[in-house]
Structures are given as C-alpha cells and as structure tokens.
C-alpha cells in the first residue's frame, strides 16, 4: 500500500510496481522405486510427496536419462539429485557420486542437507567435501571410502584429475555426476568447465564407468543447449515447477532528479540505503546486493552509520563478498538463517543458492546486467512461502535507466541466453596439457569433438608430449606420452581471475590476516595508500608486496575512501575478417594486445562523492593477448557530423559505453569479461573509461582521423565473444541506437 500511494504522485520515483500473486504447490505421490528407509526418512522430515518436478527427475533418472532441472530459486531442486543418488546407494553401497558446485560455501551447505537424510535413514552412506580446505591427513580416507563427493571445478581440475591413481575406486564405481548452479557456467568459466568434463569422461572410460549427469539451474533461456555444450551428452530437460510459491511485489525505483538540466540523479547507493534501512526498521530481514566489491562495503559503512545513530539495531548489519575469510561467511551465514542479523549486503556471492533462511526483502542496488541474474536475486526472498519485496534501484548507467524506463522490456523477455567456447584456443591446448598429462592420447584419439592431434604435434616440437609407436610402421596406432616435467593444472586459472591470491594482513595490533583478494584486483584496491574497507572498517594499505603475494595495512579513521585510476593501451596485431575490402573496414574482429597499468588514485568523500585528492602511482604492467572486435567510424563521417571537434570525440566515447552496456547484454557475460577501448585507426588505441577525456585517445587533433571502437575479451587468449558480436554487429548497432535514442 505504501507503494502504491507512492507510485501515485507526480514525480514519484516508482516508476512501476509488478505483483506475482502466491502460487500452490503441485504434488506427486512417492515413486514405488524410493527405497522404504528413504521415504521415511522424508516423511519424518514433513516430505510424503514430492512435487512435480522432483517426482519427474527421479524418473528420468531411473531411466537412464542425463537431466537439467531448471525452476526458481527455492524450488526444491537439492531434491532432485539426493533422492535418486541416495536410492541408488542404499541399492548400491559401492557406488560413488561427485557433486560439483561453483563455490566451497555451496558445497558446505549442500553437505549438511545431505548428512541431515544419512542421519534420518541411519544408513553408512559416507559423504565429504574435498576442497582446499580439507585437511590432508582425511583425504586419502576420502579418496577411498566416500560414497558422495562435494567439490568444485578448482579442485576437480587440479586436486582429483591429475591424481586419477589415487582415485581409482571412485572412478571405477562413478554412476552419477551432479552439477549445481549450472547458469554460473557460461563464458569463460564454462569453456573452462566444457574442457575439464571432456577429461573426466576420458578418466572414466579408462576405469569402465560412464556417469549419468544431473544438472539443476536458475532460470535462462537455453538450459538444455548449456548442458549438452558443457558435456557433449544428450539432455531431457524438467522445467515445470510445482513448487509452491509466496506473494512477491517487484518494484522499480528511479532515484528522483536533482538538476533536470544537467539530468543528475540522486546517488543509487544513498537511495538503496534508504529503502534498505526503511524495510529493516519495519521488521524485514533485507538483503541489499550490490554489482561491485566497493559499493558493497560503501553500503555497509552507510548502514552501520545508520546503527550508530540509533535507527537501527548495533550489529545487526554485516557485509558478504569474496575476498572476506572462510570463517567469517559461515558465520554470516548461520546468523542470516538464525535471524540474529537483520541485513547483509553482498555481492554476486549470495546470488547463488546458499540456504540464508527466510528473507522478507530483497534491495538491489543496480541492475545486476542481466534478467536471468536479475530474478535470481530477487527469488533470495519470500524463500518460505511468505509475501516478500524485491525493490530495483537503478544507477545512472544507460541500461539502468533504459530497464527502468521499459519495464515490461524485463518483465516481458525471456531470460538470456547462455554462452560458452569450448574449443576456444587457449583453453582447448591448456586442457589438452592436463588431459595429456593424466593419461597418453592416442593417435586416433579425439578430444571431445576435436581431433587435436595436430595441436600434439605442435606439443611435440615444444618438448612436453613425445610419440610412440609399437613396431609396424610409421602408420601403425600410437600414443602420446607426456614427457615434460612440469605440472600443467598449476598453470592454468578457470576464472577470468589469477588463482595467484595476496592476502590481506592488518599490523594495528599484531598482524591478523583480515581478507585476501586476486592478483588483478590487488593493484587496484591495494595499492599503497589505498582505503581498504572490511564491513564498515577502514584501513589504509602501507606497503604492498607483490612478490610475496601480501599487503600490510593498518586501521584509520577518514572520511573518504579511494578509486584507482587505470589506463590500458590496446593495439591490433592481426584480422581474421572484416566488412569491407579497404583498409580500416567498418567491422572487423580479430587478435590484439592489452598493456593495462594502475597509474593513481582519487580520494573520494563518503555520502557527497567529492573528489578530496589525489595520488599517482607506479605499478608493474599487466599485458595480454587476447582477441577483439572494432567498429572503424569512417574519416568522411566524423567529418559530416555537425558538431566541434571535441564534441565529436566526446560522441565517440558516449557510444563506446553505450556499445559496451548493449555487448555485455547481448554475450550474457559478466562485466569483467569484457573491456573497451578507443583509438584512432592508424594504430594503438587507449582505455576509454570512467573520466578518462576524449583527447586521451586522440594521436592529434586533425578531424581526419578514423576512430575505432575496440570490444576485446578481458582474458589472455580471448573467450570468443568477438566473432559472436562481429557476426551480429547489425543486432549490436540497432540496439546500441535504440539505447542511445531512448
């Protein structure tokens, strides 16, 4: 009702209000093949039958079919694999299942559900997590008697493949492959995963065994197709939910306009603050997500200053986000489901299906970039079946305020679509490596659905693979063996972050580690100097040691935080193809080099965002090769525009952000996994963000030059997003202008 009396003034910042009225369960009475101290042990658990999708996966399953789940957050998913792994078990004490999830708290928190129906059944069924976490006097116990293995692609990739040896009992007995969260696998993470699966299944035709795959996903538009590229294996997919569901509003909040000529906003955080801080007084447990580590912890501190003055309780605001200890997210998390905190914000970290207990509300502040992330947030709350609120407060960002606009442009669409490249280059050889490594490749060997034996015989020129033949000739079937002392797997991130983490140690009062964080975002948060923020408290990095992988900080108190300044360098080495037959063709996509470089910092006031200061720094060089598609504005249509020279490259890069917003849409990948540059088309090109002025790219002011728009792979080696928006660029431009024109 508040709502509503809002969204009915002039001027109100609601800009529409979506209801979704509760919804029934639909059931389905127990299978006949759920084994009798199984279905007891749900029944003591208030579970007599299942509903409709469970029901349909335990089918399947029992079909020897491999299956993707796709239905909301807070369906009963877990279900659908425990029931038919736990059946086959009880039938079966030999076997072995490996479930894999996209994070360790996952995995942690699917163990206790697990344990909680071994307990309930009394049976010996053995289930652990096998993570970096696990200590090495259990793994070998684990190796050799766990029925159920919890772990994640990391481990999988350099903790159990590589040591197939030692695993050879569960390989020889492995009936089922679970993988949660299956939307998480996509872009680079997903080629990376594409190829670890395309290994295990080599490991386990080795062994004799051929595992069903069950898969269980939040809602995208092409689940089925994501399975089947991540496991080159037929699907059936099971997307009618009958769970049931509670009453949600979803509403879309535009913070109100302070100057209409210049079309500023109020600030997004100091908004979702608000709205955040008004739910929790009224009783509602709020999670507020935020897109990025520092509004994150910005939210934080405003929330905890809100405590501090008495409008809410002391304590009863934390943070969530990578990067903070082990031990502290399990806290967070048991107090979250115990109702002892009232609000979290986090990050994407809580975007996956940790079991946080009942929240009332959900506040986000931003688009998260897609629909499909988007409702996975927004499904974090009403999770018991009770009315719930999910409030979308947009940014100034072109495709914030182009949602909020269109509302019915998100309500109405379907979720995005999913993409992976298994085969991408980089990725494909690194994995061949580790495959090769774990097992000789045969001469008529496939990898997946490549025939790799040409990139073994480049392997062989460099030294790691050699090839034997038995005697019969130079045709007759051979093998190759790796040959090379080194240990692939170490070499080789899955993420589009470096594994190579620095850890975080406060000196105030002895040295505490108090946080870690990855190599790449280490220089731009740790720099020397910089203000590093941990659930509202504020500490100011001393000295940063890159070589030892540390940054020493020590408490303050300010009243500002800081924002790096970077500035990367993009030159074209090589085109595969472009749109026309002259040089510097409208379109093109082909390979690049990226030299990126911290080069400052700003200071920035908290609550105003007044720039207070400022800092310069010297920081190595990040360099990569990676792949790229350009659009080249033509020299006679930069001189056509009627407009001053500085005006023309200032639309130059309003359209680069803008052709950015609409890539990221389009390639459904995460805004890290792309970056942007500008530059004229005779040769390097410079990053065209934030602050950085239009001249900066310009090689001179001649209105002659040729401005070209770069959107590379943030990845050494490119993903393959650059062919996809290269083969699409008519779709990337027309919806580029209609973001533009709205």
């Given at each position: 009702?508040?709502?509503?009396?809002?969204?009915a003034?002039?001027?109100?910042?609601?800009?529409?209000?979506?209801?979704q009225?509760?919804?029934?369960?639909?059931?389905?009475?127990?299978?006949?093949?759920?084994p009798?101290?199984?279905a007891?042990?749900?029944a003591?658990?208030?579970?007599?039958?299942?509903?409709?999708h469970?029901?349909?996966?335990?089918?399947?399953?029992?079909?020897?079919?491999n299956?993707?789940v796709?239905?909301?957050?807070?369906?009963?998913?877990?279900?659908?694999?425990?029931?038919?792994?736990?059946?086959?078990?009880?039938?079966e004490?030999?076997?072995?299942?490996l479930?894999?999830?996209p994070?360790?708290?996952?995995?942690?928190?699917?163990?206790?559900e697990?344990?909680?129906?071994?307990?309930?059944?009394?049976?010996?069924?053995?289930?652990?997590t096998?993570?970096?976490?696990?200590?090495?006097?259990?793994?070998?116990?684990?190796?050799?008697?766990?029925?159920?293995?919890?772990?994640?692609?990391?481990?999988?990739?350099?903790?159990?493949?590589?040591?197939?040896?030692r695993?050879?009992?569960?390989?020889?007995?492995?009936?089922?492959?679970?993988?949660?969260?299956?939307?998480?696998?996509?872009?680079?993470?997903?080629?990376h995963?594409?190829?670890?699966?395309?290994?295990?299944?080599?490991?386990?035709a080795?062994?004799?065994?051929?595992?069903?795959?069950?898969?269980?996903?939040?809602?995208?538009?092409?689940?089925?197709?994501?399975?089947?590229?991540?496991?080159?294996?037929?699907?059936?997919l099971?997307?009618?939910?009958?769970?049931?569901?509670g009453?949600?509003?979803?509403?879309?909040?535009?913070?109100?306009?302070?100057?209409?000529?210049?079309?500023?906003?109020?600030?997004?955080?100091?908004q979702?603050?608000?709205?955040?801080?008004?739910?929790?007084?009224?009783?509602?447990?709020?999670?507020?997500?935020?897109?990025?580590?520092?509004?994150?912890?910005?939210?934080?501190?405003?929330?905890?200053?809100?405590?501090?003055?008495?409008?809410?309780d002391?304590?009863?605001?934390?943070?969530?986000?990578?990067?903070?200890?082990?031990r502290?997210?399990?806290?967070?998390?048991?107090?979250?489901?115990?109702?002892?905190?009232?609000?979290?914000?986090?990050?994407?970290?809580?975007?996956?299906?940790?079991?946080?207990?009942?929240?009332d509300?959900v506040?986000?502040?931003?688009?998260?970039?897609?629909?499909?992330?988007?409702?996975?947030?927004a499904?974090r709350?009403?999770?018991?079946?009770?009315?719930?609120?999910a409030?979308?407060?947009?940014?100034?960002?072109?495709?914030?305020?182009?949602?909020?606009?269109?509302?019915?442009?998100?309500l109405?669409?379907?979720?995005?679509?999913?993409?992976?490249?298994?085969?991408?280059?980089?990725?494909?050889?690194s994995?061949?490596?580790?495959?090769?490594?774990?097992?000789?490749?045969?001469?008529d060997?496939?990898?997946?659905?490549?025939?790799?034996?040409?990139?073994?015989?480049?392997?062989s020129?460099?030294?790691?693979?050699h090839?034997?033949?038995?005697?019969g000739?130079?045709?007759?079937?051979?093998?190759?063996?790796?040959t090379?002392?080194?240990?692939?797997?170490?070499?080789?991130?899955?993420?589009?972050?470096?594994?190579?983490?620095?850890?975080?140690?406060?000196?105030?009062?002895g040295?505490?580690?108090?946080?870690?964080?990855?190599?790449?975002?280490?220089?731009?948060i740790?720099?020397?100097?910089?203000?590093?923020?941990v659930?509202?408290?504020?500490?100011?990095?001393?000295?940063?040691?890159?070589?030892?992988?540390?940054?020493?900080?020590?408490?303050?108190d300010?009243?500002?935080y800081?924002?790096?300044?970077?500035?990367?360098?993009?030159?074209?080495?090589?085109?595969?193809?472009?749109?026309?037959?002259?040089?510097?063709?409208?379109?093109?996509?082909?390979?690049?080099?990226?030299?990126?470089?911290?080069v400052?910092?700003?200071?920035?006031?908290?609550?105003?965002?007044?720039?207070?200061?400022?800092?310069?720094?010297?920081?190595?060089?990040r360099?990569?090769?990676?792949?790229?598609?350009?659009?080249?504005?033509?020299?006679e249509?930069?001189?056509?525009?009627?407009?001053?020279?500085?005006?023309?490259?200032?639309?130059?890069?309003?359209?680069?952000?803008?052709?950015?917003?609409?890539?990221?849409?389009?390639?459904?990948?995460?805004?890290?996994?792309?970056g942007?540059?500008?530059?004229?088309?005779?040769?390097?090109?410079?990053?065209?963000?934030?602050?950085?002025p239009?001249?900066?790219?310009?090689?001179s002011?001649?209105?002659?030059?040729?401005?070209?728009?770069?959107?590379?792979?943030?990845?050494?080696?490119?993903?393959?997003?650059?062919?996809?928006?290269?083969?699409?660029?008519?779709?990337?431009?027309?919806?580029?202008r209609?973001?533009?024109?709205?």
């Amino acid at each position: 009702a508040r709502f509503r009396e809002w969204m009915a003034r002039p001027e109100s910042p609601i800009r529409a209000l979506h209801h979704q009225p509760a919804r029934a369960a639909e059931f389905r009475p127990m299978p006949a093949a759920v084994p009798p101290p199984l279905a007891e042990a749900l029944a003591g658990r208030g579970i007599r039958e299942l509903y409709t999708h469970q029901a349909e996966a335990f089918e399947r399953v029992a079909r020897g079919e491999n299956i993707a789940v796709v239905t909301p957050t807070a369906s009963g998913k877990t279900l659908c694999y425990n029931l038919p792994v736990l059946a086959r078990l009880l039938a079966e004490p030999e076997a072995r299942a490996l479930y894999l999830f996209p994070t360790k708290a996952l995995a942690e928190d699917q163990l206790h559900e697990f344990h909680a129906l071994v307990e309930a059944m009394g049976a010996g069924i053995r289930a652990f997590t096998y993570d970096g976490d696990t200590p090495q006097d259990a793994r070998k116990a684990i190796r050799e008697r766990a029925n159920v293995v919890l772990t994640n692609p990391d481990m999988l990739h350099s903790g159990i493949l590589p040591h197939h040896t030692r695993w050879a009992k569960c390989f020889e007995n492995l009936r089922y492959f679970v993988i949660d969260e299956l939307h998480s696998y996509r872009g680079v993470y997903g080629s990376h995963l594409a190829n670890l699966i395309r290994r295990l299944k080599r490991i386990c035709a080795f062994y004799g065994s051929a595992p069903q795959f069950i898969c269980s996903s939040a809602t995208i538009a092409n689940p089925k197709e994501l399975a089947e590229a991540l496991t080159e294996s037929p699907f059936s997919l099971i997307d009618s939910n009958g769970a049931p569901a509670g009453e949600k509003y979803f509403v879309f909040y535009n913070p109100p306009v302070v100057n209409r000529q210049l079309g500023i906003r109020r600030g997004y955080l100091q908004q979702a603050r608000r709205i955040a801080t008004e739910t929790i007084q009224h009783g509602q447990q709020t999670l507020v997500f935020a897109n990025s580590r520092l509004a994150a912890e910005l939210l934080v501190k405003y929330l905890k200053d809100a405590c501090e003055r008495g409008r809410l309780d002391a304590g009863a605001i934390r943070g969530y986000r990578g990067g903070y200890l082990p031990r502290e997210r399990r806290e967070i998390e048991r107090k979250l489901r115990a109702g002892e905190i009232r609000g979290v914000v986090a990050t994407n970290a809580l975007e996956l299906g940790i079991d946080v207990g009942s929240l009332d509300a959900v506040v986000m502040a931003g688009y998260p970039g897609t629909i499909a992330s988007t409702w996975q947030r927004a499904g974090r709350a009403g999770r018991r079946q009770g009315a719930s609120l999910a409030v979308l407060v947009a940014s100034s960002a072109p495709l914030d305020q182009y949602i909020i606009a269109h509302p019915d442009y998100f309500l109405c669409r379907p979720p995005e679509h999913a993409f992976l490249n298994a085969d991408n280059l980089e990725i494909l050889i690194s994995h061949l490596k580790c495959a090769a490594f774990e097992l000789p490749f045969s001469t008529d060997e496939r990898f997946g659905r490549e025939n790799v034996q040409e990139i073994l015989g480049i392997l062989s020129e460099e030294g790691l693979v050699h090839l034997s033949r038995p005697s019969g000739g130079p045709d007759a079937p051979g093998h190759w063996h790796w040959t090379s002392e080194s240990y692939p797997a170490d070499a080789i991130s899955l993420r589009t972050v470096s594994s190579d983490n620095f850890v975080v140690v406060d000196q105030t009062d002895g040295t505490t580690v108090i946080g870690e964080t990855d190599y790449n975002s280490a220089l731009e948060i740790l720099h020397p100097k910089a203000i590093y923020i941990v659930e509202g408290r504020l500490f100011q990095v001393e000295r940063l040691d890159i070589e030892g992988r540390k940054a020493y900080v020590r408490h303050v108190d300010c009243d500002y935080y800081t924002d790096a300044i970077t500035y990367s360098r993009v030159t074209v080495l090589d085109t595969f193809a472009d749109g026309g037959s002259r040089p510097g063709a409208l379109w093109a996509h082909g390979d690049v080099h990226v030299v990126a470089r911290v080069v400052g910092f700003k200071k920035i006031k908290f609550y105003t965002n007044e720039n207070v200061g400022s800092g310069e720094l010297d920081l190595p060089e990040r360099q990569m090769h990676t792949t790229s598609y350009w659009l080249t504005i033509p020299r006679e249509v930069m001189g056509s525009l009627p407009f001053a020279t500085d005006d023309r490259r200032d639309g130059v890069v309003g359209l680069t952000h803008a052709m950015r917003q609409i890539a990221q849409l389009l390639l459904m990948c995460d805004g890290h996994d792309i970056g942007v540059s500008i530059g004229p088309a005779t040769g390097g090109a410079d990053e065209a963000g934030g602050a950085v002025p239009a001249s900066s790219w310009a090689a001179s002011t001649d209105d002659t030059d040729e401005p070209r728009v770069l959107v590379y792979d943030n990845y050494p080696g490119g993903i393959g997003f650059s062919e996809p928006l290269y083969q699409h660029w008519e779709e990337l431009l027309r919806q580029t202008r209609q973001l533009i024109a709205a």
